[in-house]
């Protein structure tokens, strides 16, 4: 009597195990710095998927086949610096009013200077220049670390450089934002 219900409560629990997703089962508790930023704002959002976007393209252009992708992702990437473009750096609360207009200008300004040096990529992708495209891929990523200084809050400026890769073009206040 005893091992038929020991059977039958075993025999429950084995099938609940067999029928419980695994994911559930060995799912891991996200620490807080990686839940994502409620506050996070559209411009930094938009610079997050700038910045996957360049990370990729590192590799990418090393392979000529991928030349179609990369460029539909060149092209990604152009939509979202003009998006980027009409927002408003998080750092603009911190500057003074007086100062704000020109701030505003130098911003957007060096937003369409990313997208120039954009279109030339796109150019030596449909051109099959890939060595040009890593090159150009290269001086963009260069004009991103030195205009996070200028465009970015402190706080926002960890994890640049080719390593990090925080952000994209002409960068702005809160965007890519290195989750550890």
Excluded: W
């Excluded at 990729?56 to 998006?83: H, T, Y």
């Excluded at 702005?172 to 934002?177: D, H, K, L, T, W």
Aim: charged share 35%; net charge negative; glycine share 8%.
């Amino acid at each position: 009597m005893i091992h038929r219900r020991l059977l039958a409560i075993s025999s429950t629990v084995f099938v609940a195990l067999l029928t419980t997703p695994v994911s559930e089962v060995f799912a891991r508790p996200v620490p807080p710095s990686v839940v994502a930023d409620q506050d996070e704002t559209q411009l930094a959002k938009y610079m997050e998927e700038v910045n996957k976007g360049f990370r990729r393209l590192r590799s990418d252009l090393k392979n000529p086949q991928k030349n179609e992708a990369s460029l539909a992702l060149v092209r990604r990437i152009g939509e979202l610096c003009g998006k980027s473009r009409l927002e408003k750096p998080d750092m603009l609360k911190d500057i003074k009013e007086a100062d704000r207009a020109q701030f505003v200008v130098d911003f957007q300004v060096a937003l369409l200077d990313m997208h120039a040096k954009l279109l030339e990529l796109e150019r030596a992708l449909i051109e099959g220049d890939n060595e040009l495209a890593a090159q150009l891929r290269d001086e963009i990523n260069k004009s991103k670390s030195d205009a996070h200084k200028k465009f970015k809050a402190d706080e926002d400026k960890d994890g640049e450089g080719e390593e990090g890769e925080a952000g994209a073009g002409a960068g702005a206040g809160g965007e890519g934002r290195r989750r550890r």
